[in-house]
């Protein structure tokens, strides 16, 4: 199988509406307890993958994406643009402790690409 999914995100308007909703909808802990109040969602044992719901910048409209595991976020990006899709941001260190980027696709969905050694 090629690099896997290994995280996912939902980002809006409203980050603590937003993780009070999934909480409520699917039981999930989230942890927003950090400097971006961004809430964790912890993987539930060996099923499924972790992932964050959290805020936007004002002014985004926000996005539901996942990220894959890569070596090279910058490569990776510079990729995505060669095959016709569009950077967003990144690469970018992100609390001191994930690099990270998004781009969208021919089609416009965004998608996530994460150092490998998340």
């Known amino acids: 199988m090629g690099q896997p999914v290994v995280h996912f995100e939902v980002v809006g308007k409203d980050g603590?509406?937003?993780?009070?909703?999934y909480s409520?909808?699917?039981?999930?802990?989230?942890?927003?307890?950090?400097?971006?109040?961004?809430?964790?969602?912890?993987?539930?044992?060996?099923?499924?993958i972790g992932g964050g719901v959290g805020g936007g910048p004002d002014?985004?409209?926000g996005h539901v994406?996942?990220?894959?595991?890569?070596?090279?976020?910058?490569?990776?990006?510079?990729?995505?643009e060669s095959l016709g899709g569009t950077r967003v941001m990144?690469?970018?260190?992100?609390?001191?402790m994930v690099e990270l980027g998004l781009f969208k696709d021919p089609e416009?969905?965004?998608?996530g690409v994460v150092k490998d050694d998340m």
Do not use: C, R
């Open 16 to 21: 603590d509406k937003l993780q009070k909703y």
């Open 24 to 48: 409520e909808l699917f039981g999930w802990e989230i942890n927003s307890d950090n400097p971006m109040n961004y809430g964790m969602v912890e993987k539930q044992g060996d099923a499924g």
């Open 59 to 61: 002014g985004y409209e």
């Open 65 to 80: 994406t996942f990220y894959i595991a890569v070596p090279d976020v910058e490569a990776s990006l510079a990729k995505a």
């Open 90 to 96: 990144g690469p970018e260190k992100v609390m001191d």
């Open 108 to 111: 416009g969905h965004v998608i």
